[in-house]
């Protein structure tokens, strides 16, 4: 197993390296120039020059890839923000811990429900009931998160009142006690968590649906029925959780989706996360930024797989031999 | 947001501390005097974008900028007439007999934040960073008439000026003064990454208490500034709400206390209900820094990109590079088009009629705005068409676009996305220039995409655009034959007559004889039409009424917060919690 999980770890590298590179010189690449944003009427014909060059921008793009490639390896340093001189590496880390509660907060979330409502589907199979959750699941899985998350910004934040519309905490955060402190988190925290859980969650339900379908319909519940074995223990001992071995081959590759998710839910709620130092970054053309979040991103990813591959090789042996071989 | 106020409200209002908030009108303001000043209380004030640093030398955005007043401070502050000064730092200054020299005598009784005395050592030092081409201070023109600044004593500095200017104070104080005994320790090139910049010590009347990334800035009343008795609030806080929609919901909730840039359908609504007595919300309009306008590009860009091209390193042929503009190097087109565009309407729909059309370089807010000294092309349809006809421009194919010499009038107009008023005002010019057989073809680029083709590519034919104006009189970096390679004279205007009227109103000392010469600015540029200026915009704040002894004007919304009160009987849950 860990011969298996080591071989799996070494082929991310390369995929890492290359993706990270195709990145580089696509955002180098791309129009705009990072410092448009410093220019002002009042400033001296030279400076534009001299900011270019401070940036390390004023260097054929082979030769800035050359010097980025060094500091990353070498020092792990992806440089100092153009937009604030900030280490980018120490903005991503501040943005990271609200994207990540984020993240699991909405995975937690829709996976409980998508997994109820998909069980609660397989049961009531060609029923009416089915077919609304089907229909339901289907609705949330094609709805853009952004829609959503502006339908309940609107209906829940601006018209009713009900909720904060931005940030993680309110003005006040730091002057509340304990109880108050994690009440004020869960508030903000509500209508992020829905829209992208909501968004989440058709994944699972779909999956333990069809899954749930196969393993009732399988030889061996017809043979447990036949022993007299109780229809909740059939239920929640021998199907849901055949059922959902399977879901954990997509609880890893579903992780990349979710990180773009809380992308454009934190734009929408003002989450001081990674979406938005993404944003700012894409906008400002702010290149060690946008190399220090793709990383993340990028690392994101090969975790995601590597743990869906992990999991599914504990979950089914067969997959460790077919490894070795 | 209100939830999580309720929390904060509840056990307030049981110890008795909660005021209620009744809706109180403008005619029932209550009229205050010095006595009834009490200190306390919070101001909370909506951002939609976090600031990109805390150092006046490093700072750009307005955002860091609105802050960094409250932070810090200058030798001299501009007075509302834009002309004159008050002391700050500097309690007092002499010019020299010559006018070459302006002596500061300097404030003895100011402390810095962390307590170090201020003196003339920081004075010096500051000008020699601003004048530091390593560093990206925006305000570098301002110091490049000084020659040098020396230090008499701890508490008096000199400024030596290369030239005689009407501007030499103004430029003198231009920039706030920051520490030397913390920056001194740090290298030029390390100055805009060190920690300084989200932790600043200033002299101002608030002091930096923390900075949330991406959620909040919090400032604290300075208790030692040296003018006793200010500040009055304990706190200000600035919440950052990227959508501004959310920003105008949040002020109307009570969550924040103060917005800037209200959007105009808003803000019309809010002075009904203001007038009717319905809110306590304050809308305050003003003169601001901003205006629209037109660039026709002067020269052909095809052929200014191949010139550029086969020069490589060299030096371009002026003649051969600036090559008119296949439509708008005629002065009569650009006449046309000016004429053919109705400024009022635009301004009515796209501001809601919070701005002022505008005729001219010169911008209402500023001394030598003179409404009579521009040539004013009015709205007439037919006027245009006869300009175009006498220019041998008609439509000989009858499909609807002029034409001449097989060259169909058409053309694409740029404009910046994520600006709805300019996608707007674009819509509107399309129409219009439609009417007189001229095809606008109406192209929204994404901002950075945009300058750079705009700027150096001069990869456009017209752009609407705006520029925000300093309250200095500046045309230079915009018209002057010296900028064409500046990206701020994107049209590449070149005119050896306005830089012989702008040099003759910027060297005048004389204020009389500076407005004529500016007057023949005006005229010159209003009728050559480098540009279609479109309407100069008011600015829209709002304040919550409880906040007395503000004063917003067209210095901006953040000239006097050490002044700002807020009587006892209306402190709200947020002035409570933070005396907590």
Request: proline share 5%; hydrophobic share 45%.
């Given at each position: 197993?860990?011969?298996?999980?080591?071989?799996?770890?070494?082929?991310?590298?390369?995929?890492?390296?290359?993706?990270?590179?195709?990145?580089?010189?696509?955002?180098r690449?791309?129009?705009?120039?990072?410092?448009?944003?410093?220019?002002?009427?009042?400033?001296?014909?030279?400076?534009?020059?001299?900011?270019?060059?401070?940036?390390?921008?004023?260097?054929?793009?082979?030769?800035?890839?050359?010097?980025?490639?060094?500091?990353?390896?070498?020092?792990?340093?992806?440089?100092?923000?153009?937009?604030?001189?900030?280490?980018?590496?120490?903005?991503?880390?501040?943005?990271?811990p609200?994207?990540?509660?984020?993240?699991?907060?909405?995975?937690?979330?829709?996976l409980?429900?998508?997994?109820?409502?998909?069980?609660?589907?397989?049961?009531?199979?060609?029923?009416?009931?089915?077919?609304?959750?089907?229909?339901?699941?289907?609705?949330?899985?094609?709805?853009?998160?952004?829609?959503l998350?502006?339908?309940?910004?609107?209906?829940?934040?601006?018209?009713?009142?009900?909720?904060?519309?931005?940030?993680?905490?309110?003005?006040?955060?730091?002057?509340?006690?304990?109880f108050?402190?994690?009440?004020?988190?869960?508030?903000?925290?509500?209508?992020?968590?829905?829209?992208?859980?909501?968004?989440?969650?058709?994944?699972?339900?779909?999956?333990?649906?069809?899954?749930?379908?196969?393993?009732?319909?399988?030889?061996?519940?017809?043979?447990?029925?036949?022993?007299?074995?109780?229809?909740?223990?059939?239920?929640?001992?021998?199907?849901?959780?055949?059922?959902?071995?399977?879901?954990?081959?997509?609880?890893?590759?579903?992780?990349?989706?979710?990180?773009?998710?809380?992308?454009?839910?934190?734009?929408?709620?003002?989450?001081?996360?990674?979406?938005?130092?993404?944003?700012?970054?894409?906008?400002?053309?702010?290149?060690?930024?946008?190399?220090?979040?793709?990383?993340?991103?990028?690392?994101?990813?090969?975790?995601?797989?590597?743990?869906?591959?992990?999991?599914?090789?504990?979950?089914?042996?067969?997959?460790?031999?077919?490894?070795?071989? | 947001?209100?939830?999580?106020?309720?929390?904060?409200?509840?056990?307030?209002?049981?110890?008795?501390c909660?005021?209620?908030?009744?809706?109180?009108?403008?005619?029932?303001?209550?009229?205050?005097?010095?006595?009834?000043?009490?200190?306390?209380?919070?101001?909370?004030?909506?951002?939609?974008?976090?600031?990109?640093?805390?150092?006046?030398?490093?700072?750009?955005?307005?955002?860091?900028?609105?802050?960094?007043?409250?932070?810090?401070?200058?030798?001299?502050?501009?007075?509302?007439?834009?002309?004159?000064?008050?002391?700050?730092?500097?309690?007092?200054?002499?010019?020299?007999?010559?006018?070459l020299?302006?002596?500061?005598?300097?404030?003895?009784?100011?402390?810095?934040?962390?307590?170090?005395?201020f003196?003339?050592d920081?004075?010096?030092?500051?000008?020699?960073?601003?004048?530091?081409?390593?560093?990206?201070?925006?305000?570098?023109?301002?110091?490049?008439?000084?020659?040098?600044?020396v230090?008499?004593?701890?508490?008096?500095?000199?400024?030596?000026?290369?030239?005689?200017?009407p501007?030499?104070?103004?430029?003198?104080?231009?920039?706030?003064?920051?520490?030397?005994?913390?920056l001194?320790?740090?290298?030029?090139?390390?100055i805009?990454?060190?920690?300084?910049?989200?932790n600043?010590?200033?002299?101002?009347?608030?002091?930096?208490?923390?900075?949330?990334?991406?959620?909040?800035?919090i400032?604290?009343?300075?208790?030692?500034?040296?003018?006793?008795?200010?500040?009055?609030?304990?706190?200000?806080?600035?919440?950052?709400?990227?959508?501004?929609?959310?920003?105008?919901?949040?002020?109307?909730?009570?969550?924040?206390?103060?917005?800037?840039?209200?959007?105009?359908?808003?803000?019309?609504?809010?002075?009904?209900?203001?007038?009717?007595?319905?809110?306590?919300?304050?809308?305050?309009?003003?003169?601001?820094?901003?205006?629209?306008?037109?660039?026709?590009?002067?020269?052909?860009?095809?052929?200014?990109?191949?010139?550029?091209?086969?020069?490589?390193?060299?030096?371009?042929?002026?003649?051969?590079?600036?090559?008119?503009?296949?439509?708008?190097?005629?002065?009569?087109?650009?006449?046309?088009?000016?004429?053919?565009?109705?400024?009022?309407?635009?301004?009515?729909?796209?501001?809601?009629?919070?701005?002022?059309?505008?005729?001219?370089?010169?911008?209402?807010?500023?001394?030598?705005?003179?409404?009579?000294?521009?040539?004013?092309?009015?709205?007439?349809?037919?006027?245009?068409?006869?300009?175009?006809?006498?220019?041998?421009?008609?439509?000989?194919?009858?499909?609807?676009?002029?034409?001449?010499?097989?060259?169909?009038?058409?053309f694409?107009?740029?404009?910046?996305?994520?600006n709805?008023?300019?996608?707007?005002?674009?819509?509107?010019?399309?129409?219009?220039?439609?009417?007189?057989?001229?095809e606008?073809?109406?192209?929204?680029?994404?901002?950075?995409?945009?300058?750079?083709?705009?700027?150096?590519?001069?990869?456009?034919?017209?752009?609407?655009?705006?520029?925000?104006?300093?309250?200095?009189?500046?045309?230079?970096?915009?018209?002057?034959?010296?900028?064409?390679?500046?990206?701020?004279?994107?049209?590449?205007?070149?005119?050896?007559?306005?830089?012989?009227?702008?040099?003759?109103?910027?060297?005048?000392?004389?204020?009389?004889?500076?407005q004529?010469?500016?007057?023949?600015?005006?005229?010159?540029?209003?009728?050559?039409?480098?540009?279609?200026?479109?309407?100069?915009k008011?600015?829209?704040?709002?304040?919550?009424?409880?906040?007395?002894g503000?004063?917003?004007?067209k210095?901006?919304?953040?000239i006097?917060?050490?002044?700002w009160?807020?009587?006892?009987?209306?402190?709200?849950?947020?002035?409570?919690?933070?005396?907590n």
């Amino acid at each position: 197993m860990v011969a298996y999980s080591l071989r799996r770890l070494l082929v991310t590298i390369p995929i890492l390296f290359l993706g990270l590179s195709l990145t580089f010189f696509v955002i180098r690449l791309a129009p705009g120039d990072p410092t448009d944003r410093f220019i002002t009427p009042s400033m001296s014909p030279g400076l534009k020059e001299n900011i270019a060059k401070k940036f390390g921008i004023d260097q054929p793009i082979p030769i800035q890839y050359i010097a980025w490639m060094k500091s990353v390896i070498l020092h792990f340093d992806f440089g100092n923000s153009f937009a604030n001189g900030r280490n980018a590496s120490k903005v991503i880390l501040d943005a990271l811990p609200p994207t990540l509660l984020l993240s699991t907060l909405s995975l937690v979330f829709g996976l409980i429900l998508g997994t109820l409502l998909g069980a609660y589907s397989a049961l009531k199979s060609g029923s009416k009931t089915d077919k609304t959750l089907t229909s339901l699941l289907l609705f949330f899985y094609s709805v853009p998160t952004f829609w959503l998350g502006l339908i309940f910004l609107g209906f829940f934040a601006i018209s009713l009142d009900w909720l904060p519309s931005s940030q993680l905490t309110s003005i006040f955060h730091d002057r509340l006690g304990f109880f108050g402190k994690l009440w004020d988190y869960a508030i903000h925290l509500i209508l992020p968590v829905l829209t992208l859980g909501l968004t989440t969650a058709p994944v699972y339900g779909r999956f333990v649906r069809n899954s749930m379908i196969e393993v009732l319909n399988s030889d061996f519940i017809t043979a447990a029925r036949a022993r007299g074995l109780s229809e909740r223990k059939i239920l929640l001992h021998y199907g849901l959780r055949n059922a959902l071995l399977p879901v954990i081959s997509i609880l890893g590759t579903s992780l990349p989706a979710l990180f773009s998710g809380a992308v454009v839910v934190e734009v929408i709620y003002s989450l001081p996360g990674m979406g938005r130092v993404m944003f700012d970054a894409a906008l400002g053309r702010d290149y060690p930024i946008i190399m220090a979040a793709s990383t993340v991103a990028f690392i994101s990813v090969i975790i995601g797989n590597f743990l869906a591959d992990v999991g599914y090789a504990v979950a089914d042996p067969r997959v460790r031999l077919e490894g070795s071989n | 947001m209100n939830r999580s106020l309720l929390l904060i409200t509840i056990p307030l209002l049981l110890l008795g501390c909660g005021k209620s908030e009744e809706t109180r009108s403008a005619a029932q303001e209550v009229s205050y005097s010095e006595e009834d000043i009490v200190d306390g209380g919070n101001l909370i004030i909506g951002i939609t974008g976090e600031p990109d640093a805390l150092n006046p030398l490093t700072a750009h955005s307005k955002n860091s900028k609105d802050i960094i007043s409250l932070i810090y401070r200058r030798l001299a502050d501009l007075n509302e007439d834009l002309v004159s000064f008050s002391p700050q730092l500097a309690k007092s200054w002499e010019f020299s007999n010559d006018s070459l020299s302006i002596t500061f005598n300097l404030r003895t009784d100011v402390s810095w934040h962390d307590g170090e005395k201020f003196n003339a050592d920081d004075v010096i030092f500051t000008y020699n960073l601003q004048i530091n081409e390593t560093l990206t201070w925006d305000g570098y023109s301002s110091k490049e008439n000084v020659e040098r600044v020396v230090m008499l004593d701890d508490s008096t500095v000199v400024f030596h000026l290369r030239e005689k200017s009407p501007t030499l104070l103004m430029d003198a104080v231009e920039g706030y003064i920051v520490p030397e005994h913390i920056l001194s320790g740090i290298p030029i090139e390390e100055i805009e990454s060190t920690d300084f910049n989200r932790n600043p010590i200033g002299t101002g009347p608030f002091k930096f208490v923390e900075w949330k990334s991406q959620q909040s800035v919090i400032l604290e009343k300075n208790k030692n500034y040296y003018i006793r008795g200010k500040p009055h609030l304990d706190g200000i806080f600035f919440q950052v709400v990227p959508d501004r929609i959310n920003l105008w919901r949040q002020l109307q909730s009570g969550d924040i206390d103060f917005m800037e840039k209200v959007p105009a359908a808003d803000f019309k609504k809010l002075l009904d209900s203001w007038e009717r007595g319905d809110t306590r919300i304050r809308p305050y309009s003003f003169l601001g820094q901003f205006y629209e306008f037109i660039g026709w590009n002067r020269i052909d860009p095809e052929n200014y990109a191949r010139v550029m091209e086969e020069a490589g390193d060299s030096e371009p042929d002026m003649e051969e590079l600036l090559k008119p503009h296949k439509l708008f190097g005629s002065q009569k087109v650009r006449a046309a088009l000016t004429t053919a565009i109705d400024r009022k309407t635009i301004a009515d729909v796209v501001t809601h009629g919070l701005s002022i059309p505008m005729h001219g370089p010169i911008p209402p807010v500023l001394w030598p705005y003179n409404s009579t000294a521009n040539s004013v092309w009015e709205y007439d349809v037919e006027g245009a068409k006869a300009i175009l006809s006498s220019e041998g421009w008609s439509d000989t194919d009858g499909d609807g676009i002029l034409d001449k010499d097989g060259l169909k009038f058409s053309f694409e107009m740029v404009t910046n996305a994520g600006n709805e008023e300019r996608k707007q005002a674009l819509t509107i010019v399309q129409q219009q220039l439609k009417e007189i057989g001229v095809e606008m073809k109406p192209r929204v680029v994404e901002h950075t995409l945009l300058t750079g083709r705009m700027f150096p590519a001069r990869e456009f034919d017209a752009a609407l655009f705006g520029w925000n104006v300093g309250l200095k009189m500046e045309l230079t970096p915009l018209f002057h034959s010296s900028s064409i390679f500046i990206p701020f004279n994107f049209i590449s205007y070149l005119s050896p007559e306005f830089d012989m009227l702008e040099e003759a109103a910027k060297r005048e000392t004389n204020r009389s004889n500076a407005q004529k010469h500016w007057d023949e600015v005006a005229k010159l540029l209003s009728w050559d039409l480098p540009y279609t200026w479109l309407y100069y915009k008011l600015e829209t704040t709002a304040v919550h009424s409880r906040f007395k002894g503000v004063k917003i004007d067209k210095r901006g919304s953040f000239i006097n917060m050490e002044d700002w009160w807020i009587p006892l009987e209306e402190r709200a849950a947020h002035d409570m919690l933070a005396e907590n």
